[in-house]
């Protein structure tokens, strides 16, 4: 790559084409901060991405005590050396000035500097009172998709089996939630079908709702270097913005927001009516195509046309390429994922590959994308509101041994009902049957929907609030004790993309003041509880980062997510691994279900599912009826429209989303300056047709309304299909005059003002991509333009267009000498 670059400007770099069933060829990228050059970095620490799902692996430059740089690690399978610009420039959010280095408490109404004794004692005093006047479902906790494993495991079991609580779930609850029950509905238990290494083997490749070239970059990478080089793979992308991925597709399908189940059961309608069914895999591995034909036989092309508002012709002409695919790769995201009927659209691609027999082989696969860099712990460690190593928790016996993993009674652990989601637990605080509520790694007073309600949730005299961040984020601005937290680079962990890859990531730096890692944090709150097991002995053994990740080995044993194969040592090798690996598969394992379906069973299945259109529970025992041999279920689904349509007062349809230069609120891409320079403001994007009929220009300062909130933003004019507005979520109040929302009255800056309190009822996954609303101008332009990238899905299309976003020499990827070639020399610690 030429050093040249401006990573800003061209965030995917240059091409390395490379054909199909070839090997991607390396390609390093780096940057420095200004003034350093390789010859200065004392020591390189081998980490992976932090900002994103896609587990790109790198190294920290460091010197003097201090991050100076990062690098792409050539010899890792996922990334093959490529960084995207959030990992080349991210990491300088760890040196920013603001970071927390001391414990707050509030005192006299104010947050205050404490020690750590003062402010754990609170938190364990109040624990305390709540646990002896309460019981244990006074005390709920709510984490990230952003800590390691390790930490993760940690909270699960003090939380489960120490407290007691059901009340412990992720941030992951928003972003991939659904992709958890997809693969439980369909095959039984969660766990990626399909690796990125698919990418260089299939020949068509279907994208709904999924943005990949801003949410995954490097793996968009690897996508156009395919697109350039012999045999080109075909792209389907099911999208309503002009992204990248629709630019380079042979058929875009761009629906109406909410009727992705519509569209997929005509896409289905049409493979079954042209005869692209393997029977054979059908009859082999999955029950239900019975039911899955009834259901689709009248969802004809012309029939979904109408209702998603895309021609009839291009629906039958996206069937057409996926029925007649070699290898399909199929990848999901939040387009899928928080629009209305989530867990039944994301159901039916997988149905897609069960009809097609498009599983366990190179380039064919499912990925139900993940968004966050450690997402996938959160669901294996039980801390996104599932139990640990992927157990049921209707099932007697995945309790017994957990239990006895634990060396805890059964009845400790808390199984009386589902675990508690994120969307209930604040409901449960806002009525006061939570009394405490400890927030780790994450920025409810900006993520959440309906952000007036969750700030009057959090402001509450009688909910104790613990926030653990490395900055007084919004939603720290509000708690009753804020503890610094440690981050990336600053300590050592473990952590799982979206594609099973298991990284280590050491520790570089020290963290700054007081702040501590989360596992520190959590293993002093467990002591200072004095949370013992059966025998009276302490429930957590583990006193640091390799003693808890093989403690997550034995809970992990025997599982789907097995990771007994795996060491510290082992980790510190060539490449990233993926799991299972274990004795049977000592080097990780490439896909899942290449010789059928291994856990559906209803003995060892991680959920019995559940109506896809209700949400109501499916039984252990309607489940052994209609699956006993345990196969994946083609699952079918009906269309609904979604609950919130517009009307005359909100005639648009609303829709947020993510830029290739943000990560969630912008605690860590927002002290950045070239990210932040590439995107310092939030921006609102509407059609050319619509702004025409309205008069609206490039630039203008629009109010945009729903029936919960509103915020003004510039206007950025795309090729957006008609009647809808995308916002991005990213922005909210920390980094403005005020630095924290000035009051409700006014229009907001934050997208999530706007959105409904409503989730999918199979995944409890809240609908951020569907909202009725209404815009209006504020003030003219003047010239001004939107504060949005042209680089990606916000590239203008009005005639008054937008300067092009730049990063200038700061911006740029440099490599040197040690990186000639791409041979990877070097590149170890």
């Known amino acids: 790559m030429d050093a040249s670059v401006d990573r800003i400007a061209q965030p995917w770099g240059s091409r390395t084409p490379y054909g199909r069933h070839e090997r991607w060829p390396v390609r390093v990228d780096a940057h420095l901060a200004e003034g350093v050059s390789v010859g200065d970095v004392q020591r390189w620490v081998r980490a992976a991405s932090i900002l994103h799902s896609d587990g790109d692996a790198m190294d920290i430059a460091v010197m003097d005590g201090r991050m100076v740089g990062v690098r792409g690690r050539a010899s890792d399978r996922v990334n093959h050396g490529r960084l995207g610009p959030k990992d080349l420039f991210g990491w300088q959010a760890n040196g920013s000035g603001d970071r927390l280095s001391r414990p707050l408490v509030r005192e006299g109404g104010r947050l205050v500097e404490s020690d750590w004794p003062t402010a754990m004692g609170r938190v364990v005093s109040r624990s305390k009172e709540l646990l002896a006047e309460r019981g244990p479902g006074s005390i709920g906790f709510y984490t990230s998709g952003q800590l390691f494993l390790e930490e993760y495991y940690t909270l699960a079991v003090l939380a489960r089996a120490g407290i007691g609580t059901n009340h412990l779930d992720g941030n992951t609850r928003l972003c991939t939630s659904t992709a958890a029950e997809a693969l439980k509905e369909t095959f039984g238990c969660d766990g990626q079908p399909g690796s990125y290494d698919d990418i260089d083997h299939c020949d068509v490749m279907a994208l709904f709702g999924h943005n990949i070239a801003e949410t995954q970059p490097v793996q968009w990478m690897r996508v156009l270097d395919r697109m350039a080089g012999a045999d080109p793979l075909r792209l389907v992308c099911v999208d309503p913005r002009p992204t990248p991925v629709a630019s380079w597709a042979t058929v875009h399908l761009a629906p109406r927001i909410g009727t992705n189940v519509a569209l997929l059961n005509a896409l289905l309608h049409e493979i079954i009516r042209t005869g692209r069914v393997d029977h054979d895999y059908i009859e082999a591995y ?32 996206a069937a057409e390429v996926l029925g007649t695919a070699d290898r399909l790769l199929s990848t999901v995201l939040q387009g899928v994922y928080q629009s209305h009927q989530a867990t039944a659209a994301a159901v039916q691609v997988n149905n897609l590959h ?11 696969g499912v990925l139900q994308m993940n968004g966050q860099p450690t997402a996938q712990n959160t669901r294996e460690c039980g801390a996104n509101g599932d139990l640990p190593g992927f157990r049921n928790w209707e099932n007697d016996d995945h309790i017994a041994d957990l239990a006895a993993v634990w060396n805890v009674e059964p009845e400790t652990i808390p199984h009386y009902g589902p675990p508690t989601h994120a969307m209930q637990m604040f409901r449960y605080a806002e009525q006061g049957s939570i009394g405490m509520l400890w927030i780790s790694g994450t920025n409810p007073a900006v993520s959440l929907p309906e952000l007036a309600r969750i700030r009057s949730v959090l402001e509450q005299e009688r909910l104790f609030v613990v926030v653990q961040d490395l900055f007084l984020t919004e939603t720290a601005q509000l708690a009753d004790v804020v503890l610094p937290a440690a981050t990336w680079g600053e300590k050592t962990g473990t952590f799982t ?14 963290p700054p003041g007081k702040a501590r890692p989360d596992l520190d944090i959590f293993l002093d709150y467990a002591a200072r509880m004095g949370f013992e097991d059966k025998d009276g002995g302490p429930l957590v053994t583990w006193h640091d980062p390799e003693s808890a990740f093989e403690a997550w080995k034995r809970c992990s044993a025997g599982r789907p997510c097995d990771y007994t194969g795996l060491t510290y040592k082992k980790l510190r090798g060539d490449s990233g691994i993926q799991w299972p690996c274990n004795a049977e598969f000592p080097e990780g394992t490439q896909r899942l279900y290449c010789d059928g379906i291994s856990w559906a069973h209803p003995d060892v299945c991680e959920a019995y599912g559940r109506d896809l259109v209700t949400g109501a529970s499916t039984t252990v025992v309607e489940y052994r009826s209609l699956n006993p041999d345990g196969k994946a ?9 979604p609950h919130e349509e517009p009307n005359a007062n909100f005639p648009f349809q609303l829709t947020t989303g993510r830029t290739i230069y943000h990560f969630h609120t912008r605690t860590k891409t927002g002290r950045a300056p070239q990210l932040n320079a590439a995107a310092p403001d939030v921006w609102v994007e509407a059609s050319v047709q619509d702004c025409d009929t309205l008069g609206f220009r490039e630039g203008d300062l629009l109010e945009v309304t729903t029936p919960r909130g509103a915020l003004r933003a510039r206007l950025r004019i795309t090729g957006i299909r008609s009647g809808l507005l995308f916002v991005p979520f990213h922005y909210g109040y920390w980094d403005t005059p005020a630095g924290s929302r000035p009051d409700d009255t006014t229009p907001g800056r934050a997208a999530n003002e706007m959105t409904v309190t409503d989730w999918d009822p199979v995944s409890k996954q809240p609908l951020f991509k569907t909202a009725a609303a209404a815009v209006r101008l504020v003030e003219r332009s003047d ?7 042209t680089t990606a899905a916000a590239a203008p299309a009005g005639p008054d267009g937008a300067p092009a976003t730049v990063g200038g020499p700061s911006a740029h990827a440099s490599q040197t000498e040690i990186f000639d070639g791409g041979n990877g020399e070097g590149a170890g610690q």
């Open 286 to 317: 999955a029950v239900g195509f019975d039911a899955l034909r009834k259901m689709v036989k009248e969802c004809t092309p012309a029939w979904a046309a109408a209702i998603c508002d895309v021609p009839a012709a291009r629906i039958a002409e």
């Open 783 to 789: 010239g001004a333009c939107a504060p949005a990238p």
């Open 497 to 510: 993309n979206a594609d099973r890859t298991v990284h280590l990531s050491d520790k570089a730096v020290e």
């Open 633 to 641: 279920i083609l699952k079918a689904a009906e269309y609904l429209p």
């Open 354 to 364: 069960l009809l097609r027999g498009m599983l366990g082989k190179p380039g064919a």
